[in-house]
């Protein structure tokens, strides 16, 4: 299974791991607009909906367009795996993903406070 990492104290785009390796994925940006002209309205009139991303569309309740994005992503191929991984990094939170790509989870190695 292939899983997003992340690492609390890391910034933006640095490898948080060894293991991790980045990867090109599309990322799903979902809004609550009825049209890409209200989003311009009320949020970026100086940067329009339809000037980023790529397959743009208007879906119940809002609107979506995709985005190519890096992540750093692991293969963990059983419980007995992902129980190394974690015990080699330290303390982890495992959350469900984010992004809306094929990413089902998220290891975040909570090495520092962001609350």
């Not at 948080?16 to 989003?39: I, L, M, W």
């Not at 949020?43 to 339809?50: D, E, I, K, N, S």
């Not at 995709?66 to 974690?86: G, T, Y």
């Amino acid at each position: 299974m292939r899983f997003e990492v992340t690492r609390t104290s890391s910034r933006h785009g640095s490898q948080p791991c060894a293991e991790a390796v980045q990867v090109q994925v599309v990322e799903v940006d979902r809004r609550g607009f009825k049209s890409p002209e209200e989003y311009d309205k009320y949020l970026h009139p100086t940067r329009p909906w339809l000037s980023v991303g790529k397959n743009h569309r208007i879906v119940g309740g809002g609107i979506e367009r995709d985005l190519d994005v890096d992540a750093w992503v692991v293969e963990l191929e059983s419980l007995a795996e992902l129980k190394s991984f974690v015990e080699k990094q330290g303390p982890c939170i495992i959350t469900g993903g984010w992004r809306g790509w094929r990413c089902e989870l998220e290891i975040e190695i909570y090495d520092g406070c962001r609350e």
